[in-house]
């Protein structure tokens, strides 16, 4: 499904943590934020890499 703002569940690109900002890597999956990578969200449960997880995001924010 498309969300363009919302809680709603996705696919981890790498682990994440708990409360992590996360952000949308080049292949498209969901990683923890870091330098080089726009923040959109924020992880509402940890994850290991592959795994599904909840998060809140809010794509109107990015690409300012």
Known sequence: ?????GRTRMRAGGAVTKGASI???SSGYFVAVTSGTA???RALQAVS???IFEGIVNF???GG
Request: glycine share 30%; charged share 0%.
């Open 23 to 25: 952000g949308v890597n």
């Open 49 to 51: 890499s592959g795994g």
């Open 60 to 62: 109107a924010v990015t």
């Open 39 to 41: 923040g959109c969200g």
């Open 1 to 5: 499904s498309l969300v363009y703002a």
